[in-house]
């Protein structure tokens, strides 16, 4: 059984920096690759950053260099690292994996930025 679980959510003030882990079981994890979504209130969900199982990374455009995107296989853990946080960025982050089109989530972690 797949199982995707996120964890480091929680309030930042803007400005202000967060990491979330994302660790997961049941899979080959070095095989997916590895997202990061978000869905703020009223809104859609949408792509954060994903990196390939071959180490290949993509990010929204709202991203501009903010963050960054990492994985450790030998832990089944992706890592993202949010610096310059902005009140806009609040949201539920998702860790997502993917693979041949199978896809799983985690349940969520939220973040929230304000002063």
């Known amino acids: 059984q797949v199982q995707l679980v996120e964890s480091g959510g929680g309030l930042v003030q803007p400005g202000g920096s967060l990491t979330l882990s994302c660790t997961a079981s049941?899979?080959?994890?070095?095989?997916?690759?590895m997202g990061w979504y978000r869905q703020a209130p009223g809104k859609q969900r949408e792509l954060v950053a994903v990196?390939?199982?071959?180490?290949?990374?993509y990010f929204g455009d709202f991203v501009k260099g903010r963050f960054t995107v990492s994985r450790d296989n030998a832990k089944n853990t992706v890592i993202l690292q949010m610096n310059s946080l902005k009140p806009e960025d609040t949201a539920v982050y998702y860790c997502?994996?993917?693979?041949?089109?199978?896809?799983?989530w985690g349940k969520g972690t939220l973040v929230t930025v304000s002063s």
């Open positions: 049941g899979i080959i994890f070095s095989m997916y690759a």
């Open positions: 990196i390939t199982s071959g180490g290949t990374m």
């Open positions: 997502k994996a993917t693979l041949n089109g199978m896809v799983d």
